[in-house]
């Protein structure tokens, strides 16, 4: 994994825990699993830009506020 790539990784986890109220391991979880929201992708595979990492940002948001799930 590249630099910007793990910088990316540890920040959408970061905010994926605090989602699942400190579970990482569910975070970990949700991380590798393809979401709808993200067009049938995973989280992880987005992190290669800052774009993408916004975008996972933006989806954690957003089940959050109880957009989507």
């Not at 774009?51 to 109880?66: Q, Y």
Request: glycine fraction near 8%; charge should be negative.
């Amino acid at each position: 994994m590249k630099s910007l790539e793990l910088r990316n990784y540890n920040k959408a986890l970061q905010a994926a825990t605090e989602f699942f109220e400190g579970d990482t391991e569910t975070a970990e979880l949700w991380m590798k699993e393809p979401a709808s929201s993200l067009g049938g992708k995973c989280p992880v595979e987005m992190l290669s830009t800052e774009e993408g990492l916004h975008t996972v940002l933006d989806v954690i948001s957003r089940m959050e506020d109880g957009s989507f799930q």
